[in-house]
C-alpha cells in the first residue's frame, strides 16, 4: 500500500470528510488508485490526515454507498471492481463543474441559450488552441 495522498485544508470551507471523500475520488479517476487497490486504513489515514478516526470512518461510508469502494471484514478498503469505475467519477466531476458553472451564469442573469452559446464559444476557442 502507497501512501495516503490525502491532503486536508484548514482553510477549505468543506468539512474534512467531504475533502477526503473527493480526494479518493479523483485518485480513483485519474487511475492512481485502481480497481482491487487496498485504501489506507481509516486509522492510518486519520493519522497521516490528521483528523478523528470518525471523520474517516464517515468518508468511507460515504464512498462504500456510492459504490466506489467495497470494505471487507478484517482484509481493509479497496476500490471497487467496476469496469467504468474511472470514467463515471470522472464524467461525475465534470458535472459537478458545469452545474457550478450553470448556477454561476444564472446568477449573472444568463439564459439557457446565452449558456449554450458561451459553451459553444469555449470549446471552439479550445479547438482552435489545440495543436
Same mark, same amino acid.
Given at each position: 500500500?502507497?501512501?495516503?495522498?490525502?491532503?486536508?485544508?484548514?482553510?477549505?470551507?468543506?468539512?474534512?470528510?467531504?475533502?477526503?471523500?473527493?480526494?479518493? =475520488?479523483? %485518485?480513483? +479517476?485519474?487511475? !492512481?488508485?485502481?480497481?482491487?487497490?487496498?485504501?489506507?486504513?481509516? &486509522? @492510518? $489515514?486519520?493519522?497521516?490526515?490528521?483528523?478523528?478516526?470518525?471523520?474517516?470512518?464517515?468518508?468511507?461510508?460515504?464512498?462504500?454507498?456510492?459504490?466506489?469502494?467495497?470494505?471487507?471484514?478484517?482484509?481493509?478498503?479497496?476500490?471497487?471492481?467496476?469496469?467504468?469505475?474511472?470514467? =463515471?467519477? %470522472?464524467? +461525475?466531476?465534470? !458535472?459537478?463543474?458545469?452545474?457550478?458553472?450553470?448556477?454561476?451564469? &444564472? @446568477? $449573472?442573469?444568463?439564459?439557457?441559450?446565452?449558456?449554450?452559446?458561451?459553451?459553444?464559444?469555449?470549446?471552439?476557442?479550445?479547438?482552435?488552441?489545440?495543436?
Amino acid at each position: 500500500m502507497h501512501s495516503p495522498g490525502v491532503l486536508i485544508s484548514q482553510a477549505d470551507p468543506r468539512p474534512m470528510y467531504v475533502q477526503i471523500v473527493e480526494q479518493i =475520488r479523483r %485518485r480513483i +479517476a485519474v487511475g !492512481d488508485w485502481p480497481p482491487g487497490f487496498e485504501l489506507p486504513s481509516i &486509522r @492510518a $489515514l486519520a493519522a497521516a490526515t490528521r483528523v478523528s478516526v470518525i471523520t474517516v470512518k464517515r468518508a468511507y461510508s460515504d464512498l462504500e454507498h456510492d459504490g466506489v469502494i467495497v470494505t471487507r471484514q478484517g482484509k481493509g478498503s479497496f476500490v471497487a471492481e467496476q469496469a467504468d469505475l474511472s470514467a =463515471r467519477l %470522472r464524467l +461525475a466531476e465534470l !458535472d459537478a463543474h458545469l452545474s457550478t458553472a450553470t448556477s454561476i451564469g &444564472r @446568477a $449573472l442573469g444568463l439564459s439557457d441559450e446565452d449558456l449554450h452559446a458561451r459553451l459553444r464559444q469555449t470549446l471552439t476557442a479550445k479547438d482552435r488552441h489545440e495543436p
